[in-house]
T-cell receptor
Framework: SQELEQSPQSLIVQEGKNLTINCTSS?????LYWYKQKYGEGLIFLMM?????EEKSHEKITAKLDEKKQQSSLHITASQPSHAGIYLC????????????FGTGTRLKVLA | DAGVIQSPRHEVTEMGQEVTLRCKPI?????LFWYRQTMMRGLELLIY????????DSGMPEDRFSAKMPNASFSTLKIQPSEPRDSAVYFC???????????FGPGTRLTVT
């Protein structure tokens, strides 16, 4: 969706390296959600961010929300092969709506 | 809990045939969503239900697509007649009213030849 841009589209990193994935919305954010999809499987919820400046962590994955820029970044520290997959962000633009849209995803490959 | 269950996992059919995809949401979840994922368009919301009632079907591409939820534990997505451009992975997801986190099923990979 052009309303939601993820970058980069794909990423290949060496095991142990840090990386960042970005998600930018062209509309005001109400909530932002990060999911991970392993190849050939369903999406797994990682984190939800709702407040400007909010930062959450899940194991070695940290996500931050910049409300003013309408952007979120997902940072992986010391990447491992288990981090490989597709990372998708989803955003809702209004309170009380369950109809949020997803970005096209970032495909991450981690080389051992 | 077993999570969201979808069947079949893979479906190969010929153009013009009817296809029915099935979903069992997590017990107690109030919302059920059907998504379609393709390389070109990413993950698109087709329709969602609240307490078995369809709330928004604006994402359903054509009249060939229909979805039902006869009870809280079962939903179907039907395509009749199917076309090659319907080839995609179809996901079902459910969530609680008070928690907007989606719980996704493993998906059904549909190939229409």
């Amino acid at each position: 969706s052009q309303e939601l841009e993820q970058s980069p589209q794909s990423l290949i990193v060496q095991e142990g390296k840090n990386l960042t994935i970005n998600c930018t919305s062209s509309k005001t954010l109400y909530g932002l959600y990060w999911y991970k999809q392993k190849y050939g499987e369903g999406l797994i919820f990682l984190m939800m961010l709702q407040k400007g400046g909010e930062e959450k962590s899940h194991e070695k994955i940290t996500a931050k929300l910049d409300e003013k820029k309408q952007q979120s970044s997902l940072h992986i520290t010391a990447s491992q092969p288990s981090h490989a997959g597709i990372y998708l962000c989803g955003v809702s633009h209004a309170s009380g709506t369950y109809k949020y849209i997803f970005g096209t995803g970032t495909r991450l490959k981690v080389l051992a | 809990d077993a999570g969201v269950i979808q069947s079949p996992r893979h479906e190969v059919t010929e153009m013009g045939q009817e296809v029915t995809l099935r979903c069992k949401p997590i017990s107690g979840h109030d919302y059920l969503f059907w998504y379609r994922q393709t390389m070109m368009r990413g993950l698109e919301l087709l329709i969602y239900f609240n307490n078995n009632v369809p709330i928004d079907d604006s994402g359903m591409p054509e009249d060939r697509f229909s979805a039902k939820m006869p009870n809280a534990s079962f939903s179907t997505l039907k395509i009749q007649p199917s076309e090659p451009r319907d080839s995609a992975v179809y996901f079902c997801a459910s969530s609680l009213a008070r928690d907007s986190r989606r719980y996704f099923g493993p998906g059904t990979r549909l190939t229409v030849t």
